[in-house]
């Protein structure tokens, strides 16, 4: 369960793992809202087709709510024959014994974990879930809680870096974009200024306006792509870098490209990283550096893959960037990279270029 970092693989995690460790034909998880029914729920046992059929998640109701309600466990030798059962959809697989327990943060109910129809026989009359399947599931709950505490923070540590991410690219617009618009503008208003007394002078005028049109074109482009979402889940890594790697190349005088070998997928948390440790690294490349090359490799190494970011510019001394409190996003890039168990070298002198590499273990 540790090692997911994405709340929903934490969540199928617990799930799968309590089904199998405690012998049950169906498990779920249900996260509470903040109005007394579930913000999400994961189910295993049941298929996706019989989940679509089965319909919306469960509200308000039954014995599900009441796991919520009183955060309590709850071991039951027929749930329908409780009195605060309420049915379900007839597309719901017919369930009978029962155990379920609430998942605590201190003294908050952050799941409820639910398993139903212990796969071996089961006393007559009695519940299949003994008491040492309560315990047993009562310490996979501990666990539980602690890693789902631990994604939730790391999810909200995300979002807090997109948040800082959108605001220096506000930066970058005002910066770069703005005021090529407003020199194009003021190159206009001169050049109609000159159309009839000099028309040679007007069309030189032009001709920066068109150049300046061009550089503000490439701005925007270069901004929209990292603006965009990554269409990592549809695409994947590679494709995703590739893609925006080529844009990069048309938008900027340097020359940008991509080379991989032997990677395939790798687990979602360090996709996202890796991508976002790209973005950086090639933002301070084209904008910063003056390179005329950028080079982006991304190799497999052992189980895991590594991310390479080579520019030729005018480099940097690292010492002297943290002794004058900038850091070109590298706090960034570290925090990115060692968040996915990572390890981010950066190795850059004035006048040598800049390389930045990213090892990920893979998953």
Not at 36 to 44: E, I, N, R, S, T
Not at 183 to 209: F, G, I, M
Not at 241 to 261: E, N
Request: hydrophobic fraction near 40%; charged fraction near 30%.
């Amino acid at each position: 369960m540790s090692r997911h970092l994405e709340v929903r693989d934490v969540l199928k995690t617990i799930v799968a793992s309590a089904r199998e460790l405690l012998d049950a034909e169906y498990a779920a998880l249900g996260v509470p809202d903040d109005h007394g029914g579930f913000a999400q729920f994961v189910v295993d046992g049941v298929s996706d087709e019989q989940w679509k059929a089965i319909g919306p998640l469960p509200r308000q109701h039954g014995i599900l709510a009441a796991m919520l309600r009183e955060a309590k466990t709850e071991r039951l030798a027929d749930v329908r024959k409780d009195p605060r059962f309420e049915g379900w959809p007839s597309a719901h697989p017919d369930m009978s014994d029962f155990l379920g327990l609430p998942i605590k943060d201190g003294d908050e109910t952050i799941g409820a974990l639910f398993l139903a129809n212990k796969k071996c026989p089961k006393p007559q009359g009695g519940c299949g879930f003994t008491q040492e399947d309560e315990e047993l599931l009562q310490i996979l709950a501990q666990h539980a809680a602690i890693a789902l505490t631990n994604a939730r923070l790391y999810e909200r540590s995300r979002e807090l870096t997109i948040a800082e991410e959108r605001s220096r690219l506000a930066h970058e617009l005002h910066d770069a974009v703005s005021q090529k618009l407003f020199s194009l503008r003021l190159t206009a208003q001169a050049a109609a200024k000159l159309v009839d007394r000099d028309p040679a002078r007007a069309k030189d005028e032009l001709q920066h306006v068109v150049a300046l049109a061009a550089e503000a074109a490439d701005e925007l482009r270069a901004a929209v792509v990292e603006l965009r979402p990554a269409a990592l889940d549809e695409d994947g890594l590679v494709a995703t870098l590739r893609t925006q790697i080529q844009v990069l190349d048309r938008a900027h005088g340097a020359r940008v490209t991509f080379c991989c070998d032997g990677i395939r997928a790798l687990p979602a948390a360090q996709e996202e990283a890796m991508l976002r440790v790209a973005q950086e690294a090639l933002h301070n490349a084209l904008r910063h550096s003056g390179a005329r090359c950028v080079d982006v490799t991304l190799d497999k190494r052992g189980v895991g893959a590594v991310l390479r970011v080579n520019d030729d510019g005018k480099g940097f001394e690292p010492k002297s960037i943290r002794r004058a409190g900038r850091h070109l996003g590298l706090v960034s890039m570290h925090d990115r990279t060692s968040g996915v168990g990572g390890r981010l070298t950066v190795e850059s002198e004035p006048g040598k270029g800049t390389t930045i590499e990213m090892e990920v273990p893979g998953g």
